[in-house]
Nanobody, 118 residues
Framework: VQLVESGGGLVQTGGSLTLSCVAS???????????IGWFRQAPGKEREGVSY????????YYADSVQGRFTISSDNAKNTVYLQMNSLKPEDTAVYYC?????????WGQGTQVTVSS
């Protein structure tokens, strides 16, 4: 499984970005028990979970810090998961990583930088 993120960049406070993560070597609709989503890591901080989708029941999770501002979605036909980020704040600045948990395996993308200027 390979995960490739895109869509990061530099944006001003209050702006928006949409991140994309394309999965290869794995077909979303072929399995019914995995989670896919996003983590982030800011300089000097631990990696934290931002949002994910559970394929098992379709539920979504959002960290308190992004609830109401970020929206996760997936396009199974494209094997792609998105993170729509609105009302961005300087504290959202981080490298954003796509993550998939499938069985005992944990897959990561290479990350995409999001920088929010004040």
């Amino acid at each position: 499984v390979q995960l490739v993120e895109s869509g990061g960049g530099l944006v001003q406070t209050g702006g928006s970005l949409t991140l994309s993560c394309v999965a290869s070597g794995f077909t979303f609709d072929d399995y019914d028990d995995y989670t896919i989503g996003w983590f982030r890591q800011a300089p000097g901080k631990e990696r934290e979970g931002v949002s994910y989708i559970s394929r098992r029941d379709g539920s979504t999770y959002y960290a308190d810090s992004v609830q109401g501002r970020f929206t996760i979605s997936s396009d199974n036909a494209k094997n792609t998961v998105y993170l729509q980020m609105n009302s961005l704040k300087p504290e959202d600045t981080a490298v954003y990583y796509c993550n998939m948990k499938f069985g005992a395996s944990d897959y990561w993308g290479q990350g995409t930088q999001v920088t929010v200027s004040s």
